[in-house]
Nanobody, 127 residues
Protein backbone atom coordinates (compact mmCIF):
# COMPACT_ATOMS: atom_id res chain seq x y z
CA UNK A 1 0.00 0.00 0.00
CA UNK A 2 0.88 3.66 -0.36
CA UNK A 3 0.75 6.09 2.54
CA UNK A 4 -1.12 9.26 1.59
CA UNK A 5 -1.33 12.55 3.48
CA UNK A 6 -3.67 15.30 2.31
CA UNK A 7 -3.36 18.98 3.10
CA UNK A 8 -4.70 22.31 1.92
CA UNK A 9 -8.31 22.16 3.04
CA UNK A 10 -10.00 25.01 4.83
CA UNK A 11 -12.81 27.52 4.85
CA UNK A 12 -13.36 29.68 1.77
CA UNK A 13 -16.14 31.89 0.46
CA UNK A 14 -18.14 30.91 -2.59
CA UNK A 15 -16.24 31.83 -5.73
CA UNK A 16 -12.90 31.37 -4.04
CA UNK A 17 -10.11 28.88 -4.65
CA UNK A 18 -8.17 26.23 -2.77
CA UNK A 19 -5.41 23.84 -3.75
CA UNK A 20 -5.32 20.44 -2.13
CA UNK A 21 -2.13 18.42 -1.95
CA UNK A 22 -1.57 14.73 -1.36
CA UNK A 23 1.92 13.53 -0.49
CA UNK A 24 2.57 9.88 -1.27
CA UNK A 25 5.16 7.56 0.23
CA UNK A 26 7.29 5.07 -1.64
CA UNK A 27 9.33 5.09 -4.82
CA UNK A 28 6.69 4.03 -7.33
CA UNK A 29 4.60 7.20 -7.53
CA UNK A 30 5.12 7.56 -11.27
CA UNK A 31 3.52 4.16 -11.80
CA UNK A 32 0.60 4.85 -9.46
CA UNK A 33 -2.84 5.93 -10.58
CA UNK A 34 -4.27 8.62 -8.31
CA UNK A 35 -7.67 10.06 -7.58
CA UNK A 36 -9.65 12.52 -5.49
CA UNK A 37 -12.96 11.65 -3.89
CA UNK A 38 -15.21 13.62 -1.55
CA UNK A 39 -17.87 12.89 1.00
CA UNK A 40 -20.42 15.42 2.16
CA UNK A 41 -22.39 14.94 5.40
CA UNK A 42 -25.11 12.36 4.97
CA UNK A 43 -23.95 11.41 1.47
CA UNK A 44 -21.90 8.65 -0.04
CA UNK A 45 -18.31 9.22 -1.08
CA UNK A 46 -18.13 10.29 -4.72
CA UNK A 47 -15.49 10.50 -7.42
CA UNK A 48 -14.15 13.98 -8.11
CA UNK A 49 -11.17 13.50 -10.40
CA UNK A 50 -8.47 11.00 -11.31
CA UNK A 51 -5.18 10.85 -13.15
CA UNK A 52 -3.50 7.79 -14.58
CA UNK A 53 0.08 6.77 -13.99
CA UNK A 54 2.72 7.35 -16.70
CA UNK A 55 0.42 8.89 -19.36
CA UNK A 56 -1.26 11.29 -16.97
CA UNK A 57 -4.72 10.94 -18.48
CA UNK A 58 -7.36 12.77 -16.47
CA UNK A 59 -11.06 12.37 -15.70
CA UNK A 60 -13.48 14.67 -13.89
CA UNK A 61 -16.93 14.41 -12.43
CA UNK A 62 -19.41 16.51 -14.38
CA UNK A 63 -20.04 18.64 -11.30
CA UNK A 64 -16.44 19.92 -11.23
CA UNK A 65 -15.50 20.05 -14.91
CA UNK A 66 -14.09 23.42 -15.86
CA UNK A 67 -13.56 24.40 -12.23
CA UNK A 68 -11.17 21.79 -10.81
CA UNK A 69 -7.82 20.69 -12.21
CA UNK A 70 -5.94 17.58 -11.15
CA UNK A 71 -2.18 17.36 -11.59
CA UNK A 72 0.78 15.42 -10.30
CA UNK A 73 4.43 16.19 -9.62
CA UNK A 74 6.20 12.85 -9.93
CA UNK A 75 9.51 14.26 -8.72
CA UNK A 76 7.83 15.27 -5.46
CA UNK A 77 5.48 12.26 -5.29
CA UNK A 78 2.63 14.70 -4.83
CA UNK A 79 -0.87 14.92 -6.24
CA UNK A 80 -2.75 18.22 -6.47
CA UNK A 81 -6.31 19.38 -6.91
CA UNK A 82 -6.72 23.02 -7.87
CA UNK A 83 -10.28 24.06 -7.04
CA UNK A 84 -11.59 27.33 -8.49
CA UNK A 85 -15.01 28.95 -8.47
CA UNK A 86 -15.94 26.98 -5.39
CA UNK A 87 -19.60 26.52 -4.52
CA UNK A 88 -21.27 25.68 -1.20
CA UNK A 89 -22.14 22.26 -2.65
CA UNK A 90 -18.40 21.52 -2.89
CA UNK A 91 -18.29 21.38 0.90
CA UNK A 92 -17.05 17.92 1.89
CA UNK A 93 -14.16 15.93 3.23
CA UNK A 94 -11.80 15.35 0.32
CA UNK A 95 -9.84 12.12 0.13
CA UNK A 96 -6.80 11.22 -1.91
CA UNK A 97 -6.66 7.66 -3.28
CA UNK A 98 -4.05 5.54 -5.02
CA UNK A 99 -3.81 2.37 -7.07
CA UNK A 100 -0.24 1.22 -6.92
CA UNK A 101 1.71 -0.13 -9.88
CA UNK A 102 -1.01 0.54 -12.43
CA UNK A 103 0.58 2.03 -15.52
CA UNK A 104 -2.28 1.70 -17.98
CA UNK A 105 -4.01 4.80 -19.28
CA UNK A 106 -7.30 4.06 -17.51
CA UNK A 107 -8.59 6.19 -14.66
CA UNK A 108 -10.70 4.49 -12.03
CA UNK A 109 -14.04 6.10 -11.20
CA UNK A 110 -15.05 3.75 -8.41
CA UNK A 111 -13.60 3.88 -4.93
CA UNK A 112 -13.36 0.07 -5.06
CA UNK A 113 -10.70 0.40 -7.77
CA UNK A 114 -8.25 2.13 -5.44
CA UNK A 115 -6.24 0.34 -2.76
CA UNK A 116 -4.86 3.14 -0.57
CA UNK A 117 -6.56 6.14 1.02
CA UNK A 118 -5.55 9.25 2.89
CA UNK A 119 -7.21 10.48 6.07
CA UNK A 120 -9.09 13.28 4.33
CA UNK A 121 -9.07 17.07 4.51
CA UNK A 122 -12.12 19.24 5.17
CA UNK A 123 -13.20 21.81 2.60
CA UNK A 124 -15.95 24.19 3.62
CA UNK A 125 -17.39 26.73 1.20
CA UNK A 126 -19.56 29.44 2.71
CA UNK A 127 -22.28 31.22 0.75
Amino acid sequence: QVELVESGGGLVQAGGSLRLSCAASGRTFTATAMGWFRQAPGKEREFVSGISGIAGNTRYADSVKGRFTISRDNARSTLYLQMNSLKPEDTAVYYCAAKKLFTAAAVGLSELWYDSWGQGTQVTVSS
